[in-house]
C-alpha cells in the first residue's frame, strides 16, 4: 500500500503546486514496470488462501493499466486522459463492488 500511496501523493503534490506532469508520467513507468512482477506473488497469495482476494488481481490488472496510459497521456495523447478516466471509475467501482474475501 506504501508503494501505491507514495505515487498519489507525488501526483497530488505536483497537481496543487501546478508542476509539469511529464516526471509523473515517467515515474508511472516505473510503477507498471514493478507491477509487471506482482502477478507471481498474487497468484501465490490466491492459492494459499483457497481462492480468496480475487478483487485484488483484477484491480491491480487495472491499476497497471492506468500507470502505463497515464505515461502517454502526460506526453501529448489527450485521448489517454479519458481512457485513463474510465479506467480510474472502473477501478473505484471494483474497489467498492467486489467482495474481497
Given at each position: 500500500?506504501?508503494?501505491?500511496?507514495?505515487?498519489?501523493?507525488?501526483?497530488?503534490?505536483?497537481?496543487?503546486?501546478?508542476?509539469?506532469?511529464?516526471?509523473?508520467?515517467?515515474?508511472?513507468?516505473?510503477?507498471?514496470?514493478?507491477?509487471?512482477?506482482?502477478?507471481?506473488?498474487?497468484?501465490?497469495?490466491?492459492?494459499?488462501?483457497g481462492g480468496?482476494?480475487?478483487?485484488?488481481?483484477?484491480?491491480?490488472?487495472?491499476?497497471?493499466?492506468?500507470?502505463?496510459?497515464?505515461?502517454?497521456?502526460?506526453?501529448?495523447?489527450?485521448?489517454?486522459?479519458?481512457?485513463?478516466a474510465v479506467?480510474?471509475?472502473?477501478?473505484?467501482?471494483?474497489?467498492?463492488?467486489?467482495?474481497?474475501?
Open positions: 500500500m506504501v508503494f501505491y500511496g507514495f505515487f498519489w501523493v507525488f501526483l497530488g503534490a505536483s497537481l496543487v503546486r501546478g508542476a509539469d506532469l511529464r516526471p509523473i508520467g515517467h515515474v508511472s513507468i516505473g510503477f507498471a514496470i514493478v507491477d509487471l512482477w506482482f502477478p507471481q506473488l498474487i497468484l501465490e497469495v490466491q492459492r494459499a488462501s480468496k482476494y480475487v478483487s485484488l488481481t483484477i484491480s491491480w490488472w487495472f491499476l497497471t493499466v492506468v500507470f502505463f496510459v497515464l505515461y502517454a497521456g502526460v506526453h501529448g495523447k489527450a485521448v489517454a486522459f479519458k481512457v485513463n479506467l480510474l471509475i472502473i477501478l473505484a467501482l471494483l474497489g467498492f463492488y467486489l467482495r474481497s474475501a
